[in-house]
Structures are given as structure tokens and as C-alpha cells.
């Protein structure tokens, strides 16, 4: 790749402080409406800057991101990593899929050393690894961990039904699911749905001779085992009792866990606590031994990483695992390319190169990216093209956030974000300057509809502060989202055309992402700025960004990339 940067257009003249690229996380477009916590905000700022500078309504989800239909929902990582990419790229959802239905996925060398593992044929052939290496002609265990669910962000259970099945037609004989229950991406009380599915196939499969397919541990995706970016290492320990060591709440059936669960009014079933399935003497039906073989099957890698390190990590001080079995670990993707975390994976995603923070980097230009921990990684791992290291010339800052509950604390670090980022642009240091407020998106989960309007309303205050500090300093702010998901907080009836209640009347919370459009802004508050806005294109969505911020800087975009959304129009304003 070049290190050069050439000129966008001869006429155009870039602005003399930065360009801010602020990303609101989950705020997306929506009529007016009971449910919209983005329409029921007091938000002037969001509201001045739509109504009086250059605006447009992106798509952010389905194709128009990468993944397999219209039907599905974009997703933090899956936004950030187009925005940085600047074209549309096959998700892990779209290549797990097409590797299933062409049959890749079970065709290359790791599924084949995974069935020798848990078939006791060759299985000790595993020679420089650390896993397997003491499982000699021994038959493992073949154990199951991920999200159940079809929300397709994290995992689709489709995908686990398809392993399940080849691995019966593999021959392996006793295979033991460890899921983790949704209620964020799909609805918030839809776990029974899911289990008697699986229940269902690990059933008709296990009626067959030597086999013996069955749920073994589990909990909530926020209680058990899917934290990121080191935030909360307890919840990752918890998973490790219950689905390596089988300590936890015992249960007869992952059925009892959430009936329990419900009966004691948990809100959602992404908070469900780890369980432990124990047979008729109360011994768990499944721990996880030397010998065995572990299939991570989620395809995303932010929520999957600190599992994966539990296993293979040498040196791992974040809890104690006390027992750590000698097992082949195998990652449904691989999650880390720097860290090469796993080692083993079905499916190695192609590299992302040429980004915008690569390419700006190698000709020596300064970025700089702040998020509060929850998004840190959105505005750096994703941003970069799923790279954990920084470039050379990208600047990063995390700002803690402190382990709050977002629906008890919706402003979160907001304010701290908007600190960060108005040094940065006082610093004159940085050119680009990528910023994400997490409010909408983690408030919005909750199924809160009180605090996520306050959570809306702290990111207008925040990107208030911001663009009056931009101003300043002669730089563009621009705004956009990189998913919906507070505009939609309750669940809505096609068919009776009415909000859904429950039994006894109440409606009924949406902690989903939606499948909405988002807002797209220029503040830029130079007369005439030398551009104006494409309405041509036929669907602009978050891949489009990456050139508009190029373009916005005064450097050409690649041909290779999505068109920029604005045009060279000295004679025009910028919402002309």
C-alpha cells in the first residue's frame, strides 16, 4: 500500500483544525412514537444539527454491512468495522453461513482434528500443542459453548444445529452443550424457545445407539462467560466454574434454571445466573476433562476473546482457573489475528486491510480514538480492521467505565468521552479524531425506556460540548450511529398494529438492535465549504464514511472503496 496521500480536489481547501468523527452507538431514526427514546429526548444539539447543516439517513445493517439478508440487524462491531474498511465486507455471520452450506466449514484440518479428538481416532496427534497432547486413542468429550439464540450478531443457532449434526455423522459419541442465553439481540424473555429446540435435536440425536447429546451448564450472556475487553473478568470466571469445573447452582434441566429465574422476575435473560445440569446423584453432567475437545461456536470476537485466553494463555492472572484441562481449544473464527487468538479455528476470516486509520497512519497523519470501555475496542480493534494494536500513528485512550449499571447510571462516562475528546482537538495534535458514545446502545439493552431518553440526552449534551470546541478550532464534526436500538425500546405488533403487552397488560420492553436507519451529519460551519452532499447514491450506508472522511481531510479515497458522500461543489454550501 502507498504512503502517499493525494489531494481530493484542486479547489477544495480542508479545514484548518480536525475532522471528529463522533459515532452515537445505537441511536438510530424512527417516527415519534411511545416506544422512541430518541424522540421523547430533549436533545437541541442533535436536533440544530439536523436541521441546519448537511444531513443524510444511512443504512446500517443487512447487506448494506456485510451480513446475509435485510432481515438482519447491524451491530456495533460489524458498524465500526465497515466504517473503518470503507467498503462492504462478508461479516462472520455471512461466512459461517456460506461455509456451512458449501461444506468448508467442515472440510479443513481443524474440524477433522477435532472429530480424531473426540473419536479416539489419532486423537493424541496434536504434537506442539498445548491442547490434546495426553489424550492418546481416548474418545473426548466434544463440548458446545455460545450464545443460543438467532439474533445472528453473536451466533445463530442454526449454526450450532449444524455442528450438532455433523458431528453425530462424524461419529462422536457424547457431545455436551454449554449455552449462554440471549435476551439482548433477540427478545428478552425467549430462552425457553431456544432450549426446547435444542432439547429437541440433542434428543433425536442421543436416541440413536452411542450417542449421548446433552445440555451440560449454562446462563445469561451478562452473568456467564461473554464479557469484553476485560471489563468484568468475574463473569468469565463464573462460566469457567460452571462449564469446566461443574460448580454452580444445580439444576436438573437448563428448563428449571430459567423457569426459576422468571419466577424470581429476572428482567431479562442475558441476567439469568450460571447454572449446572447434575444427574439423579447430583454430579454434573458435564465438566470439561484433559482429553476433550472445545468448539467456541459465536463467530464474533469481542465477547469470545477472554474465554479463548482462559483456555490456551499461559500466563493468565485475571482469576484463578485452578484447574486448567489439556484440551484441543477451536474457535468458530479466528478472534485476534495479532494474538493469533485461538491458535485453532474453523473458519480464518480474510485479512482487512487498506482502512482508513492504515492508510492515514502510513503517510504519517495523526488519529486519535477514545471510547469508554464498553466501545473501546469499536473505535480501535474494529476501526483498524480487527487489529489490537494500534498504527504507528493512531493515539488511543480508554476511559474507564467503572463498572456501572448503565440503566442505573444512563450518562455513563459520556462527560469524561467529551473531555477526552476536546483536549485532543484543543491539543492541535490529531487530525482525525474518532470518538463513540456508548449510551444508547448499553442504556438501550437494558430494556429501559426512563433511562435510556437520559441516556440520549447525555450524548447530545456531550456532542453540544464537543461541537462548540470543533468551532473553535476551525474543524468538522461528524456526526452518525452505527446501529438502532434506542429508538425502538418497546416491541411492536405488525399485526394487531399496537405495542405488545404481556399477560397482565404491561407492555412489553425491546432490548434489541433494530434494523433502522441512522443519521448522518456534516457540522462544518465554514461558508462555502467547498462541497455539498451526494443524494445520487441509490443506498449510501456506514461503508460510504470512510471516503466523506478522506474527502473531508482534502486526501483522495480509494477507487476500491465506497463512494464518499459529498462531492466537490466550491460554489455550493454544504446542504445544498
Keep these: 500500500m502507498t504512503t502517499a496521500l493525494g489531494p481530493w480536489h484542486q479547489t477544495y481547501t480542508p479545514p484548518a483544525g480536525p475532522v471528529v468523527l463522533a459515532i452515537m452507538d445505537g441511536i438510530g431514526l424512527a417516527p415519534p412514537n411511545d416506544g422512541n427514546a430518541v424522540s421523547q429526548a430533549d436533545i437541541p444539539a442533535l436536533r440544530g444539527m439536523w436541521r441546519d447543516h448537511a444531513s443524510l439517513q ?59 479428538q473426540c473419536t479416539g481416532d489419532n486423537a493424541g496427534d496434536n504434537a506442539g500443542d498445548t491442547a490434546g497432547d495426553t489424550a492418546g486413542d481416548t474418545a473426548g468429550t466434544l463440548h458446545l459453548i455460545g450464545l443460543l439464540s438467532d439474533g445472528n450478531v453473536h451466533s445463530h443457532i442454526d449454526h450450532l444445529f449444524a455442528l450438532l449434526d455433523r458431528a453425530d455423522a462424524a461419529g462422536i459419541a457424547r ?19 431456544y432450549l426446547d429446540q435444542l432439547e429437541q435435536r440433542l434428543a433425536a440425536i442421543s436416541a440413536k445407539t452411542e ?12 452473568r456467564t462467560t461473554m464479557d469484553r475487553y476485560w471489563e468484568r473478568p468475574a463473569v468469565v470466571e463464573a462460566g469457567w466454574k460452571a462449564h469446566v469445573l461443574g460448580e454452580g447452582p444445580p439444576v ?7 423457569e426459576a429465574a422468571y419466577a424470581g422476575q429476572v428482567p431479562s435473560d442475558q441476567q439469568i445466573a450460571p447454572f449446572v445440569v447434575v444427574d439423579g446423584d447430583g454430579r454434573p453432567v458435564g465438566t470439561i476433562e484433559d482429553g476433550d475437545a472445545v468448539l467456541l461456536f459465536n463467530f464474533r470476537g469481542d465477547r469470545a476473546i477472554e474465554l479463548s485466553a482462559a483456555f490456551e494463555q499461559d500466563d493468565f492472572d485475571f482469576f484463578d482457573r485452578r484447574r486448567r484441562p489439556d484440551v484441543l481449544f477451536v474457535g468458530m473464527l479466528q478472534y485476534d489475528g495479532d494474538l493469533m487468538l485461538p491458535r485453532h479455528c474453523l473458519l480464518v476470516p480474510p485479512p482487512i486491510d487498506n482502512t482508513v486509520i492504515e ?18 475496542g469499536h473505535v480501535t480493534y474494529y476501526l483498524f480492521g480487527m487489529r489490537s494494536k494500534p498504527f504507528s500513528h493512531a493515539t488511543v485512550r480508554e476511559v474507564s467505565s467503572g463498572g456501572l449499571e448503565p440503566a442505573e447510571h444512563p450518562e455513563m462516562k459520556a462527560a469524561e468521552v467529551a473531555d477526552a ?4 482537538v484543543r491539543s492541535g495534535d490529531y487530525r482525525l479524531i474518532v470518538v463513540n458514545f456508548a449510551n444508547g446502545d448499553m442504556v438501550g439493552h437494558t430494556g429501559d425506556l426512563p433511562a435510556a431518553v437520559t441516556a440520549v440526552e447525555a450524548v447530545d449534551a456531550a456532542l453540544a460540548r464537543i461541537c462548540s470546541a470543533v468551532d473553535t478550532a476551525d474543524g468538522v464534526l461528524v456526526v452518525t450511529a452505527d446501529h438502532g436500538n434506542a429508538e425502538e425500546m418497546l416491541q411492536w405488533s405488525a399485526k394487531t398494529a399496537a405495542f405488545k403487552r404481556d399477560a397482565e397488560g404491561k407492555l412489553i420492553a425491546k432490548t434489541s438492535h433494530t434494523l433502522n436507519l441512522v443519521p448522518f451529519v456534516i457540522v462544518d460551519h465554514r461558508q462555502p465549504p ?13 461503508s460510504n464514511i470512510a471516503a466523506t472522511v478522506l474527502n473531508l481531510l482534502g486526501y483522495a479515497a480509494p477507487a476500491s472503496w465506497e463512494p464518499s458522500l459529498i462531492r466537490p461543489a466550491p460554489e455550493q454550501a454544504a446542504g445544498g
Design 359 to 376: 492508510r492515514l497512519s502510513a503517510a504519517g497523519v495523526d488519529t486519535f480514538h477514545v471510547a469508554e470501555s464498553s466501545k473501546f
Design 58 to 116: 444511512l443504512a446500517a445493517h443487512g447487506t448494506a454491512v456485510g451480513l446475509p439478508t435485510d432481515k438482519d440487524m447491524g451491530n456495533s462491531e460489524v458498524g465500526h468495522t465497515i466504517m473503518g474498511a470503507g467498503r462492504v465486507l462478508p461479516q462472520g455471520a455471512s461466512l459461517v453461513q456460506r461455509a456451512i452450506a458449501d461444506g468448508s466449514l467442515f472440510s479443513g484440518e481443524t474440524w477433522q482434528r477435532l472429530v480424531a
Design 421 to 424: 475528546v476536546i483536549d485532543a
Design 530 to 542: 467547498g462541497y455539498a452532499l451526494r443524494r445520487d447514491l441509490a443506498r449510501p450506508g456506514l
Design 211 to 222: 450417542r449421548d447429546y446433552r445440555i451440560a451448564s449454562g446462563g445469561g450472556r451478562m
Design 175 to 193: 457431545v455436551r452443550v454449554h449455552p449462554l442465553l440471549d435476551g439482548r439481540d433477540v427478545e428478552p424473555h425467549s430462552a425457553l424457545r
Design 252 to 258: 436438573a434441566s437448563a428448563r428449571e434454571a430459567v
